[in-house]
Structures are given as structure tokens and as C-alpha cells.
Nanobody, 119 residues
Framework: QVQIVESGGGLVQPGGSLKLSCTASEIIVTAYTMAWYRQVPGKQRELVASERWSGDTTYADAVRGRFVVSRGNTKNRLYLQMNNLRPEDTDVYYC?????????????WGQGNQVTVSS
């Protein structure tokens, strides 16, 4: 079965960098988007960055120019290079793999990993 595994979270000082990694296993179809979301308690989960199968990327306004998303060579991995981190970036980050074609339609999520930006 599909498993979304995330790594790379942790504690970093403001202005520092972290790199998140996500691996989606057992997905056979070749038309799905991978994305990073973040969420704090009481707030709606928001898109941070995503990359479609084609390589097209989307970034939230709050992270554009600071974060860079990329797929692995096999396209079953998603990396998020986070630079110039700010305290407001503190959140739980979730990786998603979602179908693009609609059929089969799927939406898989990782369990989340904590990113804390603090002096």
C-alpha cells in the first residue's frame, strides 16, 4: 500500500535553512502531484509548495523566493529546501501525493513533521 514518509524537520534559528524530504512508495501511475502543506492548531492547512508531474511548480506567496521544491529523479520524492527561515514558518509540515488525471483518484498524506524556527 502507499506510504508517505517525511523527514528533515527540526529546530533551526531564524535565517537558517532546512531541507525536507518526502518519499511516496508504491504509486504506479505517472501523473500525480506532490506537495508540501503546513498547519498549526486551529488553522486551515495551507499549501506551501507543489510540483506537478510535468515539473510545473506552485509556491505560496509567503515562501516564494525563500523555498525551493523539487522532485527526485524517479519523481516519487519531493524535496523542500527552506532558506532564510522565519519564526512564522514554524509549523507542522505535511507531504501530499495527489492524482492529476482524476481516475484513479487518490490523495495520500504523510503524518507530518515539526519545523521550529526560534532563536
Amino acid at each position: 500500500q502507499v506510504q508517505i514518509v517525511e523527514s528533515g524537520g527540526g529546530l533551526v534559528q531564524p535565517g537558517g535553512s532546512l531541507k525536507l524530504s518526502c518519499t511516496a512508495s508504491e504509486i504506479i501511475v505517472t501523473a500525480y502531484t506532490m506537495a508540501w502543506y503546513r498547519q498549526v492548531p486551529g488553522k486551515q492547512r495551507e499549501l506551501v509548495a507543489s510540483e506537478r508531474w510535468s515539473g510545473d511548480t506552485t509556491y505560496a506567496d509567503a515562501v516564494r523566493g525563500r523555498f525551493v521544491v523539487s522532485r527526485g529523479n524517479t519523481k516519487n520524492r519531493l524535496y523542500l529546501q527552506m532558506n532564510n527561515l522565519r519564526p512564522e514558518d514554524t509549523d507542522v509540515y505535511y507531504c501530499e501525493a495527489a492524482s492529476e488525471t482524476g481516475y484513479p483518484r487518490f490523495d495520500y498524506w504523510g503524518q507530518g513533521n515539526q519545523v521550529t524556527v526560534s532563536s
